[in-house]
């Protein structure tokens, strides 16, 4: 007897680990040995452990970091973004319910009346039917449809962990590039403000020498013009800097007409250092990657399932109850039934509905492997062009540095010449034009090589690295 228990028992083990889900790694994708745009950087060995999170405190501004806290406990698609990743992990804790059997419970009691004009009729027409109960079903996996099923649920879970991740670092990003656009329109301002004040003692100036018959009208004009132009120009500047800070108080989970940042110009620090370490590392720490790989898996598992309706479905059944017609004798032995039995159901004609659903099921494993390397093929084009970006906005900083100091000497000395009689104030114009145009291209560098530091932070999935020895 025991040698056929354990019989029994190997054969259903046999046939519960079976899976049709084809053998599962993620898709293959060329990985360089190094980044392109990397001349000149300090490498990395590969770290696991590299911190994702407070990246921003590295910029050393006590402000955002009281921002991006906000937005880690306010923002709402961030709270979005949570509330689907528990969406898909309770889907996952249910897909996990079938691996046992479901057990109901009923009680009734009916009073009935069956049919005079039916073949067999009953002896009694009319009679009562008190019934108490318990039920059970179980589906035997044996082809693997619900370990697959499972598995599919679960790696989705994690996909949408991932998401949330992702979701997280971008509107950490996005605020901290806003913040520091805020900060350059601080700064583009002070300078047009001192640039109207410097421009309406200038038309001050020309219309005195004009009275004196020092000056032509035209130079009164040409003053007047540079005046207006700044002012246009700082009343653009106040129109993006109001934009900036209504997106800043949204990613703060605030109404914006109640959210005010203080004007504070933009200094004029280099970004931190950052390390982009080597390619191989960031398939483990973008979390974009991480989630386009577990739909693949998923992806994966899904053709079990739908292979797995090409052969019998086993399911174990069985009830136990008490039924009688009298309540008198309802909780009683003789009233006791039950029933307990096996049952396989199998598909013989579908009109090609199962082939239909496999091949589904094969082109969305496609589908998201292709997705998963345009995934990768992205992080690394958006690391080199980040990278690129702050080594040529680096040289752009310094020669631009070296122009806008031209640019004032120039300015000086046409303003000299201009006092002397020796130039016409369109001479000065254009040298005040140039000196202003300067010194707002160099803040809008700055901006952009704080934005390609952020934006390379992103690219990397949120961790960084300072250099070896710095």
């Known amino acids: 007897m025991n040698s056929k228990r354990h019989a029994v028992m190997i054969f ?66 961030l709270k979005v973004a949570l509330a689907q990743y528990e969406e898909a992990r309770n889907a996952a804790e249910a897909a996990r319910a079938d691996y046992y059997p479901t057990v109901t ?58 998401d ?18 805020l900060r350059g ?52 500047i106040r129109l993006q800097r109001a934009q900036l800070e209504h997106a800043i108080a949204v990613l703060t989970g605030k109404a914006p007409a109640g959210f005010k940042l203080e004007p504070v110009p933009l200094g004029t620090e280099a970004p931190p250092p950052l390390d982009p370490g080597l390619p191989s590392v960031l398939l483990e720490r973008r979390p974009d990657i991480a989630a386009a790989e577990r739909r693949t898996s998923a992806a994966n598992s899904e053709i079990g399932v739908a292979r797995a309706a090409y052969f019998p479905d086993f ?22 039934f039950w029933s307990l039995g096996p049952s396989a159901v199998l598909t013989l004609f579908d009109a090609g509905r199962i082939s239909s659903l496999t091949d589904e099921a094969r082109a969305a494993y496609d589908e998201a492997a292709a997705n998963y390397r345009q995934t990768v093929l992205t992080a690394y084009q958006q690391v080199e062009d980040n990278l690129a970006a702050l080594h ?17 000497r120039s300015l000086a000395q046409e303003n000299n010449l201009y006092i002397g009689g020796a130039v016409t104030y369109l001479d000065v114009s254009v040298a005040e034009n140039a000196a202003l145009q300067a010194e707002l291209a160099e803040i809008t560098i700055h901006m952009r090589r704080l934005a390609a530091a952020i934006q390379l932070v992103k690219a990397l999935g949120g961790g960084w690295q300072a250099p070896a020895g710095g």
């Open 12 to 77: 259903t083990a046999a046939l519960t680990a079976c899976s049709l889900a084809p053998d599962y790694a993620p898709p293959a994708i060329e990985t360089p040995a190094s980044f392109k745009e990397t001349q000149g950087w300090v490498q990395a060995q590969p770290a696991d452990e590299t911190p994702r999170g407070l990246w921003w405190t590295m910029f050393g501004d006590p402000r955002l970091n009281a921002l991006e806290d906000e937005v880690t406990q306010a923002n709402q698609n």
């Open 105 to 162: 419970g009923n009680v009734g009691a009916t009073r009935q009346q069956s049919s005079s004009t039916v073949a067999n009729t009953a002896s009694t027409k009319i009679y009562n039917d008190y019934i108490l109960g318990a039920g059970f079903s179980y589906e035997i996996d044996v082809w693997g449809r619900v370990r697959n099923e499972v598995a599919a649920r679960e790696s989705l879970a994690a996909a949408s962990k991932a």
């Open 164 to 181: 949330l991740a992702s979701v997280e670092l971008s509107l950490h990003a996005e605020l901290a590039a806003d913040y520091f656009a």
């Open 185 to 236: 329109d601080d700064a583009m301002q002070d300078v047009l403000d001192k640039t109207v004040a410097v421009y309406q003692k200038a038309l001050k100036l020309t219309q005195d020498r004009f009275k004196g018959a020092i000056s032509p009208e035209i130079d009164v004009d040409q003053a007047e013009t540079q005046l207006e132009n700044a002012k246009t120009q700082a009343s653009d």
């Open 315 to 336: 399911s174990l059944t069985g009830m136990l109850g008490l039924e009688t017609a009298t309540p008198g004798s309802w909780i009683e032995a003789p009233s006791r």
């Open 392 to 408: 040529h906005l680096g040289d752009e900083n310094q020669s631009q540095q070296a122009a806008t100091a031209a640019a004032e």
